[in-house]
Nanobody, 122 residues
Framework: QVQLAESGGGLVQAGGSLRLSCLAS????????MGWFRQAPGKEREFVAA????????NYADSVKGRFTISRDNAKNTVYLQMNSLKPEDTAVYYC???????????????WGQGTQVTVSS
């Protein structure tokens, strides 16, 4: 079992930045792929970014490439999502997730956090 707790969401103006954090507990964090997803009102949850075990390989949705950066600190059991140049369309609940595998994926994750709200005003 893995427990995930996101933090760092909030209200920001367009063009601003936020950094989300996700603290994991319950299993050996460094053994698993981590991902970030988001869900806007009335829309399906979508993939945002993923990172492999040692942070050397990352994958991003086209909509956030060049603006968002995923990273991890295995010593702190934490994964981060640095979000820059935020747009109103980035408004959503952001979730972190664990994939019990060494392979990156945009869809198949096993444990999810409760989410943190990000609101970008125009």
């Amino acid at each position: 079992q893995v427990q995930l707790a996101e933090s760092g969401g909030g209200l920001v103006q367009a063009g601003g930045s936020l950094r989300l954090s996700c603290l994991a507990s319950g299993r050996t964090f460094r053994n698993y792929v981590m991902g970030w997803f988001r869900q806007a009102p009335g829309k399906e949850r979508e993939f945002v970014a993923a990172i492999n075990l040692n942070g050397g390989i990352t994958n991003y949705a086209d909509s956030v490439k060049g603006r968002f950066t995923i990273s991890r600190d295995n010593a702190k059991n934490t994964v981060y999502l640095q979000m820059n140049s935020l747009k109103p369309e980035d408004t959503a609940v952001y979730y972190c997730a664990v994939r019990m595998s060494i392979l990156l994926s945009t869809t198949m994750y096993d444990y999810w956090g409760q989410g943190t709200q990000v609101t970008v005003s125009s």
